[in-house]
């Protein structure tokens, strides 16, 4: 099948208790690629017929609010992930665990998720500002192989 899921943090956010929402206006988030990227990182097994290249900058701490404001429409959004998202602004690892978790779990939610099937030929776009995207694994002896183009962003705000 070879799929991809993007999930709409638009709705992700939306969908959160008004009493939620509020709390997370205020928290911001501690980002960083030391986990997946690191030499020693939890990505590493992945990295088998790649070239990587990374540099000491990509394991830095940057700070992002765990709501963010879409710079073209100025629709909020829940701007967290499992990959890069480690804990929140002042506290530790431990103590932004439990939020965090639910936090991930309901940004991926399926209610809020587009799945699409690759085939020869095809092309999908997205708003990298605006989803969360996970490549599924359903390629089991089969090499994944692709053409990527980024736009370069803004920062969060």
Request: with cysteine.
């Amino acid at each position: 099948m070879r799929d991809t899921a993007d999930s709409n943090q638009y709705l992700a956010y939306e969908t959160l208790s008004p009493g939620m929402q509020r709390m997370l206006q205020s928290v911001t988030g501690i980002h960083t690629a030391r986990g997946p990227f690191a030499p020693e990182g939890r990505s590493k097994s992945n990295w088998k017929n790649m070239e990587v290249q990374t540099s000491d900058k990509a394991y830095e701490e940057m700070e992002h609010p765990v709501v963010r404001t879409h710079p073209e429409t100025g629709r909020k959004m829940l701007f967290v992930n499992r990959t890069f998202t480690v804990r929140f602004k002042d506290m530790t690892e431990q103590e932004s665990a439990p939020l965090l978790e639910y936090l991930f779990r309901h940004a991926s939610d399926e209610r809020f998720t587009c799945r699409f099937r690759w085939s020869q030929g095809a092309v999908a776009f997205w708003d990298n500002r605006a989803v969360l995207h996970h490549a599924v694994g359903d390629y089991s002896g089969y090499r994944r192989e692709m053409r990527r183009v980024a736009i370069s962003g803004d920062r969060p705000v």
